[in-house]
């Protein structure tokens, strides 16, 4: 995971969610800090926002897994975006 974009993604998740920065870390889920799925689905809208990217729909239940798995679907995003193949 590359630190800028995972610190970034909890820096969005943090004001988002009204939380402490320093309470969330990459193992922490969405629904352990209090995010509804619609706060999600918001949260979800703000990140491919500032990243000019677009995340799964469907497969993925960011509410629920960690945020290290949002930080792979960014960091994926990137990768495609950029013309690259998406890291492993």
Do not use: Y
């Not at 939380?19 to 491919?48: N, P, Q």
């Not at 729909?57 to 930080?71: K, M, P, R, Y």
């Amino acid at each position: 995971m590359s630190t800028s974009v995972e610190d970034r993604v909890l820096d969005i998740i943090a004001a988002s969610a009204k939380v402490d920065r320093s309470t969330i870390s990459t193992s922490t889920t969405l629904a352990e800090i209090g995010v509804t799925s619609l706060d999600a689905i918001e949260i979800i809208f703000d990140i491919e926002e500032a990243f000019e990217v677009t995340l799964p729909e469907g497969n993925a239940n960011f509410d629920t897994e960690t945020i290290a798995s949002l930080v792979e679907a960014v960091e994926k995003g990137l990768a495609i975006k950029a013309g690259s193949a998406p890291p492993a």
